[in-house]
């Protein structure tokens, strides 16, 4: 049960909507939310099932991914 003054919409707009300029990809096994800036791409968020990962660098939002040179960027 939720109590709240906030509107159903907005409680349960869709989660799946997603910019034009963000792209969802798999890299090393773990799925990413990226948002393209020219012919780079800044990572959004993560999803990963192993606690670990959130504490690497690399893949902290923010951090930038060059797809011609195969190479996540800090």
């Known amino acids: 049960m939720l109590y709240t003054i906030i509107p159903y919409e907005l409680v349960f707009q869709k989660c799946d909507e997603i910019k034009d300029n963000y792209i969802e990809t ?3 096994g773990k799925t990413f939310i990226l948002e393209r800036e ?6 959004i968020r993560m999803y990963s099932t192993n606690p670990n990962d959130y ?8 951090t930038t991914i060059d797809f011609k ?6």
């Open 38 to 43: 020219g012919d780079k791409y800044k990572i």
């Open 26 to 28: 798999n890299i090393e």
């Open 69 to 74: 040179k195969n190479q996540i960027v800090l």
């Open 55 to 62: 504490l690497k660098t690399k893949y902290a939002p923010g």
